[in-house]
């Protein structure tokens, strides 16, 4: 009787293990030590579809593709040679509609093993889908035994009102406990508080019809109290008279959970560090990259809040602002002990560095901070300071001190930028003093030369004529002598005027930018030239520098169309825009290409044009040169209007 009991009780233990075999998500398979296919379970049919099936009882290679045979076949002969242990690749497989479907296979050597005495092979990856029925063969129930105590994931039977039943020995792999140990235990004591609601309800059996899968993730506690992430196939099979609970499939999904978060972390923050980097590249100002680099830093790690610290040029740390919460924490870190060292360590060798602090202030845990360099051309020229509550073991510290050197290299350009920006300055107003001096040189000369030399030039030519009409020479000779001697005092009277006029034209001081630009266009008429001027400006004087420049392009743009146009025609143009002035000098000449002229570099190459340009710059102004081979030159000056003051 005894003997027929424990049959019995073997039998039903082997049909529900059988049962639990055949419903599993894993897709298992039996191999002989010669390839041969000799079991397949339902899930491993349904991936593979009918040829699984099909290929009962032939070497298992059929279903390989051809290619990768030779490789399955090597690694399978290897670990059959071996007498125990395990492999595993991944190979191409046929599945029911003739494609090749990539799967990993592993092959577990158990032919020495009582009762099941083959290769175990399981499959990889295989979705919980509805299951096809199989005969169930009592034969086999060591076997299916073997399998489900040996199987990757755990398997186990709840009761209605989710006790356990049985568990497989996996859970001890997984969570640390025996099987023991929790049957008779309710599935709800070890999940997670705030998961339990949702698993509950994938446990509830209640409207479900029989045979139903639910697919559901919930945080199961550890031995260790730590909690791991299970994903679970859970399957109606209360009304099944082998099992008469429902079954649940599960595996720890806690590290692939662990790697996606991370890898979505990852990209925002390369996303986040990417967007900076745009911004930085575009050469902002100092403040700028200072609030995107602490707004970005929030982003990528999970901070309470940030400052940044420049350093000076005596060596000393400011702060540039802060963000993050409401600023609290810096006032009260900036000054303990942990602080100031940490800082000085990263001056000192240029790497991060942790440190942690306890506020005395009520109401402050813990503060956990990260000071990462500012680095520039191998110098520390700043800190990044960062502050948290679990700062050493979170996510982003590497991807910070990605950001921070981006930000070092844009705040090192910012400042170079900025110097640059100040010599350009002082270049600029060194050339306007310059210009000035020449220009009051210029003033001085021509008036000592008006006041001098052409005074004295002047009263010979008077004396000389007054001479000539009291004397009459009687002699040819001395007659014409002495229309000579006249002739020359009067062309040193006209040149004594012409350079007067070109050092500083008095009608420019007198009468004002029009009338000066008349005058010069005259000389032109005088030798020939066919010459227009459009004076939109008529009596309206100007600020005398601003007179003075526009009046110098205009004869430096005379001197070069004389020198190198080969024309005689020049139109000139001078208008007021609103708040305006706008002279344009155009010739019919020969014309040239801008941008070749411009980048001459020789010490008097195109020094007429760099002169234009110095002096419409000085004035705010915008030069603009057209021109091409053949077609003429046109050059344009826009400058802001200032009048004379009192002057209309």
């Given at each position: 009787?005894?003997?027929?009991?424990?049959?019995?009780?073997?039998?039903?233990?082997?049909?529900?293990?059988?049962?639990?075999?055949?419903?599993?998500?894993?897709?298992?398979?039996?191999?002989?030590?010669?390839?041969?296919?000799?079991?397949?379970?339902?899930?491993?049919?349904?991936?593979?579809?009918?040829?699984?099936?099909?290929?009962?009882?032939?070497?298992?290679?059929?279903?390989?593709?051809?290619?990768?045979?030779?490789?399955?076949?090597?690694?399978?002969?290897?670990?059959?040679?071996?007498?125990?242990g395990e492999a595993s690749g991944v190979f191409r497989w046929r599945i029911g509609d003739g494609s090749w479907h990539p799967l990993q296979a592993t092959w577990t050597n158990q032919l020495a093993v009582p009762g099941i005495e083959a290769v175990v092979t399981r499959f990889s990856e295989i979705g919980p889908l509805p299951l096809p029925a199989q005969p169930f063969d009592l034969s086999t129930s060591r076997q299916f035994q073997v399998l489900i105590e040996n199987a990757v994931h755990i398997t186990a039977i709840l009761e209605r009102d989710g006790t356990i039943r049985y568990v497989s020995p996996a859970v001890e792999r997984m969570l640390g406990y025996s099987a023991a140990a929790l049957i008779g235990m309710s599935a709800s004591d070890i999940i997670h508080p705030e998961d339990a609601p949702a698993a509950s309800e994938c446990f509830a059996s209640q409207g479900q019809p029989a045979g139903l899968s639910q697919l559901c993730q919930f945080r199961a506690r550890h031995k260790d109290g730590s909690w791991r992430l299970l994903e679970a196939i859970i399957t109606n099979r209360l009304d099944d008279p082998q099992i008469g609970g429902i079954v649940v499939d599960a595996r720890d999904v806690t590290e692939r959970k662990w790697s996606a978060e991370r890898l979505q972390h990852s990209l925002e923050a390369l996303l986040a560090i990417h967007q900076v980097g745009r911004l930085l590249g575009s050469n902002p100002e100092q403040q700028a990259i200072g609030a995107a680099l602490l707004d970005s830093a929030r982003r990528i790690a999970p901070i309470d809040e940030a400052v940044l610290l420049l350093r000076t040029a005596r060596g000393n740390l400011t702060s540039t602002g802060g963000s993050g919460g409401i600023g609290k924490i810096w006032p009260i870190v900036r000054r303990t002990r942990a602080a100031r060292a940490a800082r000085q360590q990263v001056l000192r060798t240029g790497t991060p560095q942790f440190f942690r602090t306890r506020p005395s202030e009520l109401g402050f845990s813990p503060i956990e901070a990260w000071d990462l360099p500012l680095r520039a051309q191998e110098r520390v020229i700043g800190i990044l300071e960062v502050y948290?509550?679990?700062?050493?073991?979170?996510?982003?510290?590497?991807?910070?001190?990605?950001?921070?050197?981006?930000?070092?290299?844009?705040?090192?350009?910012?400042?170079?930028?900025?110097?640059?920006?100040?010599?350009?300055?002082?270049?600029?107003?060194?050339?306007?003093?310059?210009?000035?001096?020449?220009?009051?040189?210029?003033?001085?000369?021509?008036?000592?030369?008006?006041?001098?030399?052409?005074?004295?030039?002047?009263?010979?030519?008077?004396?000389?004529?007054?001479?000539?009409?009291?004397?009459?020479?009687?002699?040819?000779?001395?007659?014409?002598?002495?229309?000579?001697?006249?002739?020359?005092?009067?062309?040193?009277?006209?040149?004594?005027?012409?350079?007067?006029?070109?050092?500083?034209?008095?009608?420019?001081?007198?009468?004002?930018?029009?009338s000066a630009i008349s005058f010069e266009l005259q000389a032109q008429r005088a030798d020939g030239w066919e010459v227009e001027f459009n004076d939109g400006l008529g009596s309206i004087r100007l600020d005398p520098s601003l007179e003075t420049a526009l009046l110098r392009v205009v004869q430096e743009a005379l001197t070069n169309i004389r020198k190198h146009a080969h024309s005689k025609r020049v139109a000139v143009s001078l208008e007021r825009r609103a708040n305006l002035i706008y002279v344009e000098i155009r010739d019919w000449g020969r014309g040239f290409r801008p941008a070749v002229a411009q980048a001459a570099v020789g010490p008097s190459e195109h020094v007429g044009l760099a002169g234009m340009q110095e002096r419409t710059a000085l004035i705010n102004g915008r030069l603009t040169i057209r021109s091409r081979p053949g077609a003429g030159t046109r050059i344009q000056v826009l400058a802001p209007l200032r009048e004379l003051a009192g002057k209309a």
């Open positions: 009787m005894t003997e027929l009991i424990g049959e019995r009780s073997e039998q039903s233990s082997s049909a529900t293990l059988h049962a639990l075999l055949e419903h599993s998500r894993e897709g298992i398979a039996l191999v002989d030590a010669d390839g041969k296919m000799l079991y397949a379970n339902p899930a491993i049919a349904h991936v593979l579809g009918a040829s699984a099936n099909d290929s009962l009882g032939q070497n298992f290679a059929i279903l390989v593709h051809p290619e990768d045979q030779s490789g399955a076949a090597e690694v399978f002969a290897e670990l059959v040679s071996r007498g125990g948290g509550t679990n700062l050493l073991a979170g996510p982003g510290i590497d991807e910070l001190s990605i950001l921070a050197d981006q930000a070092a290299s844009a705040l090192e350009r910012a400042r170079l930028y900025k110097d640059l920006a100040e010599r350009e300055r002082r270049l600029e107003a060194l050339v306007r003093q310059l210009l000035l001096a020449e220009e009051e040189e210029r003033r001085r000369v021509a008036y000592e030369i008006h006041d001098g030399l052409a005074q004295l030039a002047w009263a010979a030519q008077q004396h000389l004529e007054a001479f000539a009409a009291q004397y009459r020479a009687h002699n040819k000779q001395r007659r014409d002598e002495l229309g000579q001697a006249l002739a020359l005092a009067s062309r040193t009277v006209r040149e004594a005027r012409r350079v007067i006029a070109g050092l500083r034209p008095a009608i420019l001081d007198d009468f004002g930018l029009a």
